[in-house]
C-alpha cells in the first residue's frame, strides 16, 4: 500500500471550531500551532492569532452569529438601560440640577481611568497627533457635558428623543459647510424628525414642570458637537489605524483638564464638591456606576458595529432607547400624554427613512425575502401526488 505523504494544509479559520472539535485531548497542541510528532499524518494547525479582537476577554469572533448577535445586544440593553436609570436619578437630587458639568467631570475621569487599564492591558501605543486630540477632546466635552447638564433642564425622555435627532445637524452641516445635496428621502425623514420633535417638545412644555429653554438650548448644542465628532474621529481612527480605547483614553482624559479648568475659573467646582461631599452615595456612588456601565456600554456599541454593521446597530440601539423612554415612565413618576407616544413614532419613522436611504439596496433586498417567505407561507406547502408504481 502506498504510503501517505505529510501535509500542512492551511486551514480557513472560520473552520477552527469543528476542527478543534474534531481533535481528540491528546491532540490539543495541534490547536496551539505546534507540531505534533504522534502520527504520520498529522497537520500543524495555526496559532490563534493574539490580537484577535476580544471584548473584555471573550473571543467572540468564535462564536456563531446568533450567540455574537443576542450577546452584544443583550449587553448594550442592560448596561445603556443602567446608564440612563442611573443619569435621571443622580439629577433627581433636590440641588444636583446645575451641578450637571461636575458630574460630567467625574465621568471623564471614571473613563480615562477604564481607559488607562484596558490601555496598559492591550499595551496600545497613541498613534493619533495630541492636536487632532485636543480637537477631539473639546467636541467629546460639548456633547457630553451639555447633555448631561440638560437633564437638569428637561425631562430625560425628551433628551432621548433629542439625541435621536443627530440628522437634523448633520444634513444642516453638510449643506452649509460641504454644499452637499441630499435626496428626497433624506429631506423627508429630516422632516419626519423636526416635526416629531417639535411635538414631543410642545407636549413636555405644557406638562412637564421641569421644562426650561435652557435644556433645548443645551442638548441642540450638544447634538452640534456629537454630529461633528462623528466625522473627525472617522478620518482620525483611518488616517492613523488607531484602535477604540485608545481614541477613547486621550479624548476623555485631555477632556478632563478642559472641564476642571472650566469649573475652576467659572467658580462652581468647590460649590458642586462641597455640595456631593453631603451625598456622596447619591453623587459619587451613583456616578461611578453610571460611568461604568456607559464605558462597557460604549464596549458593546463598537463590537456590534465591527460584526454586523452600522445599519443593525442603529436599529438596535434605537430600539434601546425606545425603551429606556419606557423605563424612563416607569421608573419615575411624570406626566404622560398620548402626543408623546404618536410625536416620538414620528421620530422613529424619520430615523428609519434614514436608514433606508443609506442601505437602499441591502434593505429592499431583505424586504423582498420577507415578502417571498410571507407568501410561501400563505400558500401553505405544496402538495405532490404519489408516484404510481410501475405495473
Partial sequence: ?????????????????????????????????????????????????????KLFGFAVQRWSPSVQFFFCVGGIFFFYLIYGYMQELIFRLDGFRTFGWYLTLIQFACYTVFGLLESWFRKDTR?????????????????MGLSNSSVGYLNYPTQVVFKCCK???????????????????????????????????LADSTLSPKFERTGVLMISLALCADAVIGNVQEKAIKAHQASNTEVVLYSYGIGFWYILTGLILSGQL??????????PKETYGYAIIFSLTGYIGISFVLQLIRLFGALVTVTVTTGRK??????????????????????G???????????YSKNRTK????????ARRIVIRLQGRPRYSSIPSEV
Fill in 1 to 53: 500500500m502506498a504510503q501517505y505523504q505529510k501535509m500542512e494544509p492551511t486551514v480557513d479559520p472560520k473552520y477552527m471550531d469543528a476542527a478543534a472539535y474534531l481533535m481528540n485531548s491528546s491532540q490539543t497542541d495541534k490547536f496551539l500551532g505546534r507540531n505534533v510528532k504522534n502520527s504520520d499524518h498529522a497537520v500543524q494547525m495555526p496559532a490563534v492569532k493574539s490580537n484577535e479582537p
Fill in 127 to 143: 498613534k493619533i497627533p495630541l492636536s487632532t486630540y485636543g480637537l477631539l477632546a473639546f467636541l467629546t466635552v460639548a456633547t
Fill in 167 to 201: 440628522l437634523i445637524p448633520v444634513m444642516i452641516g453638510g449643506i452649509l459647510i460641504q454644499g452637499k445635496r441630499y435626496g428626497p428621502i433624506d429631506v423627508l425623514a429630516a422632516l419626519c424628525m423636526s416635526l416629531g420633535l417639535i411635538f414631543f417638545t
Fill in 270 to 279: 468647590m460649590p458642586a464638591f462641597l455640595f456631593c461631599q453631603d451625598y
Fill in 322 to 343: 425606545a425603551v429606556s423612554i419606557f423605563v424612563s415612565f416607569l421608573s419615575f413618576e411624570k406626566p404622560f400624554t398620548p402626543q408623546y407616544a404618536w410625536s
Fill in 345 to 355: 413614532m414620528i421620530v422613529l419613522l424619520g430615523i428609519y427613512l434614514n436608514l
Fill in 363 to 370: 434593505m429592499n433586498e431583505q424586504f423582498a425575502e420577507c
